[in-house]
């Protein structure tokens, strides 16, 4: 089992900044991609940022150019870095991990992030 635990988001105006951390715990061993998913209430979960465990990246197209993903191997966790926030990035932010060993997806509870004036 991987426990995965987020913090860091919050109120900011439009065109501010916030840094997401997620923390993973537990069978960490073995987990290779990492990363953020958000959800609006009524849609789908959708990707904003992963990086697999070679430093890999993949960015949601919203995300590419004010968004940056960056993670720690040592300390097991993982970054978001969120510049130029609009009203349309308001959403739950969702840690993800997904082990390699066991091919599981795993998910923090979500830290929501609003922006607005």
């Known amino acids: 089992q991987v426990r995965l635990v987020e913090s860091g988001g919050g109120l900011v105006q439009p065109g501010g900044s916030l840094t997401l951390s997620c923390a993973a715990s537990?069978?960490?061993?073995?987990?290779?991609?990492m990363g953020w998913y958000r959800q609006d209430p009524g849609k789908q979960r959708e990707l904003v940022a992963v990086?697999?465990?070679?430093?890999?990246?993949n960015y949601s197209d919203s995300a590419k150019g004010r968004f940056t993903i960056s993670r720690d191997n040592a300390k097991n966790t993982v970054s978001l870095r969120m510049n130029n926030l609009q009203p349309e990035d308001t959403a739950m932010y969702y840690c993800?991990?997904?082990?390699?060993?066991?091919?599981?997806?795993?998910w923090g509870k979500g830290t929501l992030v609003i922006v607005r004036s």
């Open positions: 537990g069978r960490i061993f073995g987990i290779d991609m």
């Open positions: 990086v697999s465990s070679a430093g890999g990246t």
């Open positions: 993800y991990a997904n082990h390699s060993g066991n091919a599981m997806d795993y």
